[in-house]
């Protein structure tokens, strides 16, 4: 169990962060890069238009793996909350930092996404569908948090509200979601439910995969940079970031 | 049970000797329903009423700790009250009594006003008696969150009107359905599981957010 | 040692890149003083409000074995009730048995039997430090942990602050106190800390 230790007390110094990571953008950036490339292209002009929704259900291969993704940072961000509240590790809290605005980036072009779909195929831009729903309001629980953050003037005291929320957020979530999905089962569904859930064509499945994957890695490379320049700006100043500076 | 008692009576003191501070959520609450029938006109659904209990709601939470934290009554609170869970309850329920009940009583003249029925009013009534204490719980969270910013306000409603979600669905699907004559069992239980929930975890989480206002 | 009342070690605090104080220790037994001095923002208030439990250093602990009281730079005392009821209210948090009758003699022994049914508002400043001095009266609490306790008081006050130290600390209490003017009457036995030099 001793590795598990170490590697716990190695990420959370950032110097050894800042140091190490720097492979790991270029990398992840490179990697994410391609594979949203391929995934893309693949979907965009090689996949066959789909039986009810035609062309413009390629607009899901950027759709779904952003509304993936939106929710994965928020759930990383409540974990990095968790570690920074308990063990008050500074580097959960620049995690923290630096995710937020991303995580509403990311959520804000699901939701764009998603109403330039639904115009061709649900006839209108916005729907009172569930995920739709509660996509918009995770939105709102990213802006909260960078909202929080810049209205509490001690950096310290902010750094402990921001992760006190992610957590009462993260809790919300499944609530949020489950009632929002009872109301609009009850209401309205959404007049088509295909390309969501229920099977989808392996045709369709694959270049998905491809580009789920490179949004996850393209995602983790811009959050990595982000939280070195987070660590830059709060190290400025001290010895191994200078002599780090001379050496590169 | 000493110490809910202790925090109930004083800030229930408290808002009676300040009587227009206490009296701002209903009278709001009034307004807002006047406005809203001058603005869209009579037979509206129940379920607006709950929006605007909502609204009320946030606007009288948003401020709970404030006068508190000027003063440095809160300060003493965390410091003495050992466990801070029955006073943060007893400040709370102080708060509701004058906010989220009052609302609830008077919600059949707004029924009235705006839907121009009594069908359904005592469902009404009993979804904001269980639904208000939930969303005071929850906003208190959002109060405790910023009363380091020493400003509130839209940055409070911003932070809990996602939280407020899953009530306001209860909530107005229940009154709504109620004034059609559809049954409401399934709303209410989960409007009693979200106060039942929210008043386990709530405490706790304002709590910790109090105690990380007062850090220096 | 075992008959310590409030035991800090090696602890830190610090605003952003600036330490205030860093590997401060301190003890206090039955009848100790101690007087912190130093400059405005030197960290005297952010280390009465670590010994008091509010503020969590960033490193090294703090043992409090005791009840504590803080008298800090906001009183503590709401403006819309009397000063028997703010009283009431302290005690009925801290749980301490302070009847009606202990209360009617604190707040006649700090000068405030006459406005002790008038909403604190209306009193002056003087007299809400003066109903902060009574809570020292009323409270059972061996440890007091006081900031500037000597603000917006008269002579009068002065006198009275540095007399409830001295009974307190004959009495087997003990006082951690911040200051940037001298206490008084500054007794045998006051040990005195500066921070920020």
New interface residues.
Partial sequence: MGWIKTTFHKTGSPRWFFTGARPWVVGLYVFGALLIVVGSTWGLGFVPPERLQGNSVRILFIHAPAAHLAEAIYVSIAIAGFVFLVWRMKMADMLIQAAAPIGFVVTVLALATGIIWGIPTWGTGWVWDARTVSTLLLAFLFFGLVALRQAIGREDRASRAVALLALVGVINIPIIKYSVEWFTTLHQPPSIVIGEKPAIAPVFLIPLAVNVVGFYCFVAGVVIAALRARIAEREAGTQWLRDWMSKS | M??FF??FR?DL??AV??RSDAANPLAFFVLATVLLGLGAGAELAPGVIWVLALFANVLAVEGVFR??D????L????????PLFP?VMGKLAAHWALSGLPVAVLSPVAAIMLTGSTTGVGVLVLTLCIGTPALTLLGA?GSA??V??G?GGL?VA??V???Y??VL??GA?ASTAAMLGDPVAFQLL?LAA?LA?SLT?APF?VG??L?????? | MEDDLLVAENIRCAVGDRVLFDELSLSLQPGELVEIRGPNGSGKSTLLRCLVGLHEPDAGEIHRTVDSLYVGHRSGICGRLTPIENLRWLAGIAGSNADDVSIRAALGHVGLGDARHDVCDSLSAGQQRRLTLARLLVSPAPLWILDEPLTALDDDGRDLVGDLLTRHRTTGGAAVCATHQALPTVPAGTHALTLGS
């Fill in positions: 000493r110490l202790t925090q004083r003191l408290v000797r300040s006068r508190d000027d003063d440095g009554t300060e003493q609170l965390l410091i003495h009250a050992q006073a969270i969150l910023t380091a910013t400003r940055l911003v932070l009107l996602p939280f979600v899953p669905i209860f699907s989960a979200l929930a975890a989480a910790k957010a105690a990380i206002s007062q850090e220096y």
